[in-house]
Antibody
Framework: QVQLVESGGGLVKPGGSLRLSCAASGFTFRDYYMTWIRQAPGKGLEWVSYISGGSISIYYADSVKGRFTISRDNAKNSLYLEMNSLRAEDTAVYYC????????????WGQGTLVTVSS | SVLTQPPSVSAAPGQKVTISCSGSSSNVGKNYVSWYQHLPGTAPKLLIYENNKRPSGIPDRFSGSKSGTSATLGITGLQTGDEADYYCGAWDGSQSGLFVFGTGTKVTVL
């Protein structure tokens, strides 16, 4: 069965960096677009970034552009999110998700990892 | 968020609720809409994709439709387990590669 497991969250100071990972299993990882989504405390879902199977197409939300970098290693069935220059407003649960073939809708999600940016 | 949903809807068990998702010509108007159910502390679940298709395992109590720049999620035969937050989502063509979620709707089963 499809499984997505995020890791790497934690407490970081403003201006700091963190790298999130998402381990995928149960499907042919290289065939699917993958997405990072976040939810700040008490807020709704916010799309963060999206990467194609071969890493050719990459997109970012304006709120993270220039600070976050999405990448993947298809040999390791892993998705990553490198987060730099972190701000308090980046505090959120970060989810990785698989996209439906041919559509940006997200059909499988991980349980999420909490990132807290605070001094 | 550029997709507007009502903050909350409620109904008794067995009844029907509908949730609206209002967007614009750059998102809902020309791209597929998807719907997600999110219970606190759990992974969000895809309910509807490509406006009205249900993934395997999603009961037909959940339905989706779209007309112009608005989309609707319907839930019939409401159950206590349906109490959750619901979000619509769509690709937004006004920017270079941006997916937008709706503001979210809390469904309460009375």
């Amino acid at each position: 069965q499809v499984q997505l497991v995020e890791s790497g969250g934690g407490l970081v100071k403003p201006g700091g960096s963190l790298r999130l990972s998402c381990a995928a299993s149960g499907f042919t990882f290289r065939d699917y677009y993958m997405t990072w989504i976040r939810q700040a405390p008490g807020k709704g879902l916010e799309w963060v970034s999206y990467i194609s199977g071969g890493s050719i197409s990459i997109y970012y939300a304006d709120s993270v552009k220039g600070r976050f970098t999405i990448s993947r290693d298809n040999a390791k069935n892993s998705l990553y999110l490198e987060m730099n220059s972190l701000r308090a407003e980046d505090t959120a649960v970060y989810y990785c998700a698989r996209s439906v073939l041919g559509d940006p809708a997200m059909d499988y999600w991980g349980q999420g990892t909490l990132v807290t940016v605070s001094s | 968020s550029v997709l507007t949903q009502p903050p909350s809807v409620s109904a008794a068990p067995g009844q029907k609720v509908t949730i609206s998702c209002s967007g614009s010509s750059s998102n809902v108007g020309k791209n597929y809409v998807s719907w997600y159910q999110h219970l606190p502390g759990t992974a969000p679940k895809l309910l509807i994709y490509e406006n009205n298709k249900r993934p395997s395992g999603i009961p037909d109590r959940f339905s989706g439709s779209k007309s112009g720049t608005s989309a609707t999620l319907g839930i019939t035969g409401l159950q206590t387990g349906d109490e959750a937050d619901y979000y619509c989502g769509a690709w937004d063509g006004s920017q270079s590669g941006l997916f937008v979620f709706g503001t979210g709707t809390k469904v309460t089963v009375l």
